[in-house]
């Protein structure tokens, strides 16, 4: 039988973030397993413009891109007819109650990521939750704040763990990158750790403070030790951390970068150490997969969605964000062990192992074909 499946998303393409890498490769595997079974597959995006599509991810006649005409969106979801509807974000409920109440035929899912699913909802998003067929979670946290929180029945709760997008550029090679090291002032004589993570005034649960504090312990012990910190900030959160790297003497210490283009991603992880983002509020944590992807370990939080990607401890430490001596003796306990690079390619080799984009569109094939 010939299905429609239809990717609801809000931003997928014109920007990049955990909730956008997601949903490019759900979009990839969801048109690969529509080929496979010759099913008609659409992923619309309520914001994105047509040309902002990337096409290695699916062809131009595949995507549709309203470019915020959000009325000429609900209007045409509403006169869709799929078989299935896909909403990439719990923001895109009031489409899907009334796609299903036009057709109630038609399967509706949601993917849940994290935060903006574990705190309290509206009306229209509980409505939604519980009239849906398949809820996709990206972590076991996920589903388990969904159930307890919300009440929802977990039989239609399926985990399904992100993985690495198919078109990261993964490393072959596991040299620290020399253009990187004169741009930093480093040498290779420096331990480097390393957090890429949005900072914002209104988060505080990311946890580079805790590094930088943690930092300042350490310097005497590694004289030569550099914390760089990567990701975009507002003026708000710049002002505090640039307080806090002066309270704790590490100026000479942290290196603060800023936005990191996509493109150079890959060689930050190559150029540290150990990755490190103890978060209390993690649904999965993609950058730990892709830091793990280029033979980095991993130390995170034990609170949240972060253990799926560290697989309980396999790949990465897990630590208790609220015990700063915990993430002390993490970090030298790493430092303490060089990296090597046959351990570098072996933590790649394993991260992709159980991280991938061809497992992940299995998973979905069957999870369609019910």
Same mark, same amino acid.
């Given at each position: 039988?010939?299905?429609?499946?239809?990717?609801?998303?809000?931003?997928?393409?014109?920007?990049?973030?955990?909730? #956008?890498?997601?949903?490019?490769?759900?979009?990839?595997?969801?048109?690969?397993?529509?080929? $496979?079974?010759?099913?008609?597959?659409?992923?619309?995006? $309520?914001?994105?413009?047509?040309?902002?599509?990337? @096409?290695?991810?699916?062809?131009?006649?595949?995507?549709?891109?309203?470019?915020?005409? +959000?009325?000429?969106?609900?209007?045409?979801?509403?006169?869709?007819?799929?078989?299935?509807?896909?909403?990439?974000?719990?923001?895109?409920?009031?489409?899907?109650?009334? *796609?299903?109440?036009?057709? @109630?035929? !038609?399967?509706? &899912?949601?993917?849940?990521?994290?935060?903006? *699913? &574990?705190?309290?909802?509206? %009306?229209?998003?509980?409505?939604?939750?519980?009239?849906?067929?398949?809820?996709?979670?990206?972590?076991?946290?996920?589903? #388990?704040?969904?159930?307890?929180?919300?009440?929802?029945?977990?039989?239609? !709760?399926?985990?399904?763990?992100?993985?690495?997008? =198919? %078109?990261?550029?993964?490393?072959?090679?596991?040299?620290?990158?020399?253009?990187?090291?004169?741009?930093?002032?480093?040498?290779?004589?420096? =331990?480097?750790?390393?957090?890429?993570?949005?900072? $914002?005034?209104?988060?505080?649960?990311?946890?580079?403070?805790?590094?930088?504090?943690?930092?300042?312990?350490?310097?005497?012990?590694? =004289?030569?030790?550099?914390?760089?910190?990567?990701?975009?900030?507002?003026?708000?959160?710049?002002?505090?951390?640039?307080?806090?790297?002066?309270?704790? #003497?590490?100026?000479?210490?942290?290196?603060?970068?800023?936005?990191?283009?996509?493109?150079?991603?890959?060689?930050?992880?190559?150029?540290?150490?150990?990755?490190?983002?103890?978060? +209390?509020?993690?649904?999965?944590?993609?950058? %730990?997969?892709?830091?793990?992807?280029?033979?980095?370990?991993?130390? !995170?939080?034990?609170?949240?969605?972060?253990?799926?990607?560290?697989?309980?401890?396999?790949?990465?430490? $897990?630590?208790?964000?609220?015990?700063?001596?915990?993430?002390? #003796?993490? *970090?030298?306990? !790493?430092?303490?062990? @060089? /990296?090597?690079? =046959?351990?570098?390619?072996?933590?790649?080799? /394993?991260?992709?192992?159980? %991280?991938?984009?061809?497992?992940?569109?299995? +998973?979905?094939?069957?999870?369609?074909?019910?």
């Amino acid at each position: 039988m010939c299905k429609k499946v239809i990717l609801f998303t809000l931003q997928t393409f014109s920007t990049t973030g955990g909730i #956008q890498k997601m949903t490019r490769t759900l979009g990839y595997s969801l048109y690969h397993v529509a080929q $496979a079974n010759n099913w008609d597959f659409e992923l619309w995006s $309520a914001y994105d413009k047509p040309d902002d599509l990337m @096409p290695q991810y699916l062809p131009a006649k595949n995507f549709k891109g309203f470019d915020v005409n +959000k009325i000429s969106f609900a209007w045409k979801a509403l006169h869709s007819k799929p078989n299935i509807v896909i909403l990439s974000h719990i923001n895109l409920s009031i489409i899907g109650l009334l *796609i299903k109440f036009i057709n @109630p035929k !038609c399967e509706v &899912w949601v993917v849940a990521h994290g935060i903006e *699913i &574990w705190r309290p909802l509206s %009306f229209i998003k509980k409505q939604l939750l519980k009239r849906c067929n398949k809820i996709l979670c990206v972590s076991n946290y996920t589903q #388990q704040e969904i159930v307890n929180r919300h009440g929802i029945n977990q039989e239609i !709760c399926v985990v399904l763990n992100n993985v690495i997008d =198919p %078109f990261m550029r993964l490393p072959a090679a596991f040299n620290k990158p020399q253009h990187l090291i004169d741009r930093y002032g480093l040498d290779n004589s420096n =331990p480097v750790i390393f957090t890429l993570t949005r900072m $914002a005034a209104t988060e505080k649960y990311k946890g580079y403070e805790l590094v930088i504090n943690t930092i300042s312990k350490l310097k005497d012990q590694y =004289p030569d030790i550099k914390y760089i910190l990567s990701g975009k900030y507002d003026t708000l959160e710049e002002v505090r951390i640039n307080k806090l790297i002066s309270e704790h #003497q590490v100026s000479g210490q942290v290196i603060l970068t800023g936005f990191i283009e996509e493109a150079e991603l890959a060689d930050h992880f190559l150029l540290a150490d150990l990755f490190v983002l103890p978060s +209390k509020k993690e649904g999965f944590g993609i950058v %730990f997969i892709e830091a793990l992807a280029c033979g980095l370990p991993v130390i !995170c939080g034990n609170t949240d969605g972060s253990v799926d990607a560290i697989r309980n401890g396999e790949l990465g430490k $897990a630590i208790d964000t609220d015990n700063p001596i915990e993430l002390h #003796q993490g *970090i030298t306990e !790493c430092l303490a062990c @060089p /990296l090597t690079i =046959p351990k570098r390619k072996n933590l790649q080799e /394993l991260c992709l192992k159980y %991280f991938n984009a061809t497992d992940y569109t299995i +998973k979905l094939q069957l999870l369609l074909k019910g």
